[in-house]
């Protein structure tokens, strides 16, 4: 007799998306003339650059010979030139990394969701409020939280960003075992200092906790002072994962690509050095036969001089997206952060309406689709996220749409 996964029962309903999806196309269908003009997908929207589409096409025409054919690969963490390019993006950061500390996978929603599975059930999670989502839901899946009610669960340590600690968290006053940073954040647009980066890195050396770091928009940082990777902290590979992605960086959200980094020296309380980087390995091993080759020599190419100059280009390109909108938001006179190492604007909403009142006001008043702040997490109330992702002439619409319709 077969019995179900209980802890998918504690899941809340993935509400955000299918909700603002809804909303939208109730309105479309009362209001057929008005053109929707979208600011809430986080979601790439410019092609890839010409020299990784070049490098695809050769991957692609070598599957069609004999001779070049290849199957699966011999190595589940990645091919070495891309491990080895990676090792050296890293090491222009300062930061040493064997190729074995570097694991190639589909993306770091996956990694991200699977990473829990090497840390046993009495964990303690702690996540920033807001958040992206998988950090909970992949634990609430795992059995780490309890039953949830009002979008948070029981077991689970929140973190507060607030623009009282400049959407950076405090130290949790209890202890915790496994803490999930973003940065820079999705959705508040927040980069994180090496200092901030600091208290968490020292927290966790002394607690033996693992921090998860998920440096996604990491070549969205402008500010040089800024770190990129969690490991520009002293002692940081003593007690942090990375996880980033070609997603955002160089618009593989549909060609799907990104790595993990585990090092040898992270441990935690029962495990020694190398224990945890072996345990990936075997994970991966087990459950992951590598990523496509076909698209592991694309991501060579972005980690190319000229693939990163082009991939650089689309970044800048979002970027002026985002001082757009930024601009547009700040001259209506509210408060609003982000949009400056992050393709994300976090505004506040005006008149302390709740988030989903003002996605409603929006949509009607200015036909323009956002994201609530409340479906990043209870501290997201208050709050809506405005994407930089989309073509210039959409956002130029959106926020002529904005100045001359918003009712304040
Ligand atoms: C988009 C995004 C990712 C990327 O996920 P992929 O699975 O690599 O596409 C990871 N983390 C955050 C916070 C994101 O916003």
């Known amino acids: 007799m077969a019995t179900l996964n209980g802890n998918f029962s504690n899941l809340q309903a993935g509400y955000l998306f299918p909700e603002i999806a809804k909303r939208t196309s109730e309105f479309a269908a009362k209001n057929p003339d008005a053109k929707i003009l979208r600011l809430g997908i986080g979601d790439t929207s410019e092609p890839l650059a010409p020299s990784v589409i070049a490098r695809l096409r050769n991957a692609v025409d070598k599957m069609s010979k004999v001779e070049t054919y290849s199957g699966y690969s011999d190595d589940s963490r990645g091919t070495p030139e891309l491990r080895e390019a990676l090792a050296e993006r ?45 950090y909970v839901d992949s634990n609430v899946i795992a059995g780490k939280a309890g039953a949830g009610s009002n979008g948070q669960y029981d077991g689970l340590v929140y973190m507060p960003c607030t623009e009282d600690n400049d959407f950076f968290p ?21 980069a994180a200092t090496l200092h901030q980066l600091k208290t968490f890195v020292d927290y966790a050396r002394e607690n033996r906790a693992v921090i998860i770091f998920d440096s996604a928009y990491a070549s969205f940082i402008s500010d040089p002072r800024l770190p990129r990777s969690i490991y520009e902290v002293e002692g940081a590979k003593e007690c942090a994962i990375e996880i980033n992605s070609f997603s955002k960086e160089a618009g593989f959200t549909g060609v799907r690509l990104g790595w993990t980094i585990v090092p040898r020296d992270l441990v935690c309380e029962d495990g020694a050095v190398g224990q945890l980087n072996g345990m990936w390995s075997r994970r991966q091993n087990t459950m992951f036969n590598g990523a496509s080759i076909i698209v592991q020599a694309g991501g060579e190419a972005v980690l190319s001089e000229q693939g990163q100059a082009e991939c650089k280009e689309t970044i800048a390109y979002y970027m002026a997206n985002a001082r757009c909108i930024k601009d547009c938001i700040e001259g209506l006179g509210i408060t609003c952060y982000g949009g400056v190492n992050a393709p994300y604007i976090w505004m506040k909403t005006p008149s302390g309406v709740t988030s989903w009142e003002f996605f409603d006001k929006l949509l009607g008043e ?42 304040l």
């Open 366 to 407: 200015t036909h323009v689709v956002g994201t609530p702040g409340s479906g990043f997490g209870p501290g997201g109330e208050g709050y809506f996220r405005l994407s930089a992702f989309g073509h210039r002439k959409d956002i130029d619409r959106a926020v002529e749409s904005i100045q001359k319709n918003l009712k």
């Open 90 to 134: 890293y090491a222009a950061y300062g930061v040493e990394l064997a190729t074995d500390e570097i694991f190639v996978g589909d993306g770091a929603k996956s990694d991200s969701a699977n990473i829990q599975s090497l840390f046993g059930g009495g964990n303690v999670v702690a996540v920033q409020d807001p958040a992206y989502p998988v």
């Open 170 to 190: 405090t130290l949790p006053s209890e202890k915790v075992d496994l803490i999930y940073l973003c940065s820079p954040n999705n959705p508040t647009g927040a």
